[in-house]
């Protein structure tokens, strides 16, 4: 609780300034699929395993500075919700396996508006992982019955990512749009002189995010 009030806090001091600014903002929010590239690859070692997408979601606030009628910068806080899933079929009973991360993101975007309800941009990503860890779900053949085991990360997730986003926006009416971002991470999630598995598993994050924002 006191993580999501300090991000609240955050977004309404953004809007504030931004409008104290005279710059362009507005809220967005939307699905967040996520995957992580892993190393190794446990797909290899367990050939039951499939990777599968994790699902969770995002939302921010973002600001805009145009420097003439084509180009600008984008700044924005965003709340995003990273991992990523594989699922065993056994005999009886289905496992999935999540990674989970929730990082507090700071985007600066290069913003190009090629026509006049679109508009592209690109830029570099700093993020701060609130949390992550593993969850392991049992789901056996009774309805009624499910069993899950998981441990979190704590003092060896890397708190300090990097990553870099690409994405288009398209403005549906003056005050609703639609976008689609990929991210693309570079840092690990996970410190190398972890305690917590036998064997160290080197994951980067990957978020594609589909959504809509409003202008304000």
């Not at 609780?1 to 809007?15: E, Q, T």
């Not at 860890?133 to 890397?158: R, S």
């Not at 971002?181 to 978020?207: C, H, K, N, W």
Request: hydrophobic share 40%.
């Amino acid at each position: 609780m006191k993580k999501i009030m300090i991000s609240l806090i955050l977004i309404v001091a953004v809007a504030a300034m931004a409008s104290a600014l005279n710059l362009n903002y507005g809220l967005r929010t939307g699905l967040a699929i996520g995957n992580m590239a892993v190393d190794p690859d446990p797909t290899e070692s367990e050939p039951g395993l499939e990777n599968k997408m994790k699902m969770g979601f995002y939302c921010g606030i973002w600001a805009r500075h145009m420097m003439n009628e084509k180009i600008g910068i984008t700044v924005e806080l965003n709340y995003v919700e990273q991992g990523d899933r594989y699922t065993d079929e056994g005999s009886g009973f289905t496992e999935h396996a999540y990674m989970i991360q929730n990082t507090l993101e700071l985007p600066i975007l290069f913003t190009y508006l090629p026509m006049e309800k679109m508009t592209l941009y690109a830029g570099p990503v700093l993020g701060y992982a609130l949390n992550g860890g593993i969850k392991m779900v049992y789901d056996v053949d009774d309805p009624d019955v499910a069993e899950y085991v998981g441990y979190d990360f704590g003092e060896w997730l890397n708190r300090f990512q990097f990553s870099a986003a690409a994405g288009i926006k398209y403005e549906i009416t003056e005050t609703f749009f639609g976008e689609v971002r990929y991210t693309y991470g570079f840092s690990i999630v996970i410190s190398e002189d972890q305690e917590l598995m036998s064997e160290y598993v080197e994951a980067i994050p990957r978020t594609l995010t589909i959504g809509m924002g409003i202008n304000l």
